[in-house]
T-cell receptor, first 115, second 110 residues
Framework: DAGVIQSPRHEVTEMGQEVTLRCKPISGHNSLFWYRQTMMRGLELLIYFNNNVPIDDSGMPEDRFSAKMPNASFSTLKIQPSEPRDSAVYFC?????????????FGPGTRLTVT | KQEVTQIPAALSVPEGENLVLNCSFTDSAIYNLQWFRQDPGKGLTSLLLIQSSQREQTSGRLNASLDKSSGRSTLYIAASQPGDSATYLCAVKNTDKLIFGTGTRLQVFP
């Protein structure tokens, strides 16, 4: 298996522009997680999906952030409009959730820089 | 609210030393605890996962223990090597969420 795939790996954009990050989870996994990592705040969970349904989006910082999972093999995280404080590394992870005891596997991340 | 703390924040040791990284958490009602490694500019690699019913897990030179009642886990690295240099993160699972610690940045010098 190729693991969790994220694109792009690096994104540089200007403030006010729309940014879309993409994730393909491991085939067969039924849960997908979006995280953000910064030096100041460490690794934070933004939102997660079970069976393509958003379960908890309490970590989404504000309405500028939105996430979708139209099918089991694809998810997007969108920021519109982007701001410099959104600069961070965004990770996607997937797992097979049953009793809640399964490992999460992380993608390589997307490094976002908003100027 | 679950809080996860890792001590020390940074560690620098000579090659060959055995070392212990510590992780503590405030809510003992966890499903499991996972240790990750993160290399600079890279994603997270899962090292070990300990279920809440287990006391320890081993993989090669790594051994992780879990004392759920006291809210503690340790990651033991035997005979450290320069290639072990990375940031080590522990994460506990409450329901479907992973709550991450702040990480320990390890440097092993030759």
């Amino acid at each position: 298996d190729a693991g969790v795939i994220q694109s792009p790996r690096h994104e540089v954009t200007e403030m006010g522009q729309e940014v879309t990050l993409r994730c393909k989870p491991i085939s067969g996994h039924n849960s997908l997680f979006w995280y953000r990592q910064t030096m100041m705040r460490g690794l934070e969970l933004l939102i997660y999906f079970n069976n393509n349904v958003p379960i908890d989006d309490s970590g989404m910082p504000e309405d500028r952030f939105s996430a979708k999972m139209p099918n089991a093999s694809f998810s997007t995280l969108k920021i519109q409009p982007s701001e410099p404080r959104d600069s961070a590394v965004y990770f996607c992870a997937s797992s097979l959730q049953g009793t809640g005891s399964y490992e999460q596997y992380f993608g390589p991340g997307t490094r976002l820089t908003v100027t | 609210k679950q809080e996860v703390t890792q001590i020390p924040a940074a560690l620098s040791v000579p090659e060959g030393e055995n070392l212990v990284l510590n992780c503590s958490f405030t809510d003992s009602a966890i499903y499991n605890l996972q240790w990750f490694r993160q290399d600079p500019g890279k994603g997270l690699t899962s090292l070990l996962l300990i279920q809440s019913s287990q006391r320890e897990q081993t993989s090669g030179r790594l051994n992780a223990s879990l004392d759920k009642s006291s809210g503690r886990s340790t990651l033991y690295i035997a005979a450290s090597q320069p290639g072990d240099s990375a940031t080590y993160l522990c994460a506990v699972k409450n329901t479907d969420k992973l709550i991450f610690g702040t990480g320990t940045r390890l440097q092993v010098f030759p």
